[in-house]
């Protein structure tokens, strides 16, 4: 497996090799000497979660105040367009916007921090998005940025066919940066 670093920073791509042959195929997507070699402590994640999403659905964006939420993120059915944004005051990315592409063919994993915010978009029929969070959810630390905010410019691949009412009504980057 191979971890690469993203443009933002503590951002993590963990890049397994797949093994086929003519049953399918076999892959890892985590491994915990790896991830520790890597600063990920893999042994504190508390929750799985799975999303599953109708094509040009998008999901996001959202994040945690307080203490933030790190999470591994990966694409088991389909693809995704995965976009992260660094909303850590004080870091060297502060509101950098880096997006990926995850899919049921690489299985790559992305490691987030805390302190990022998360959305994206499924270009697949349907895709299934796992999650591996490392703190149990708090309602009043969630925050939301509209996923069209001029001021983040994030660009979407596909026109969206589905969106949460709560997504539509979600703030602006200006407010969350308040926020923060």
């Not at 991830?35 to 979660?49: C, I, P, R, T, Y």
Request: hydrophobic share 35%; charged share 25%.
């Amino acid at each position: 497996m191979r971890v690469e670093p993203a443009g933002i920073d503590g951002v993590l791509l963990f890049l397994p090799t797949p093994h086929r042959d003519d049953r399918g195929l076999f892959t890892r997507t985590f491994d915990l000497a790896i991830g520790e070699k890597h600063g990920v402590d893999g042994a504190n994640f508390l929750q799985d979660s799975q999303s599953r999403s109708r094509q040009g659905t998008i999901r996001g964006m959202h994040g945690r105040g307080g203490r933030g939420e790190a999470k591994l993120v990966r694409c088991a059915r389909g693809a995704v367009h995965d976009v992260l944004v660094d909303a850590r005051p004080g870091s060297p990315t502060f509101g950098r916007v880096e997006s990926f592409l995850l899919d049921d063919e690489t299985f790559a994993t992305l490691y987030v921090p805390p302190g990022l915010l998360h959305g994206f978009q499924a270009l697949t029929e349907q895709a299934d998005v796992c999650y591996r969070i490392d703190s149990e959810h708090q309602p009043a630390d969630d925050l939301q940025v509209r996923y069209d905010d001029p001021d983040l410019g994030i660009r979407w691949p596909l026109p969206v066919t589905a969106i949460s009412a709560r997504d539509l009504a979600a703030g602006s980057w200006l407010e969350a940066r308040a926020r923060l």
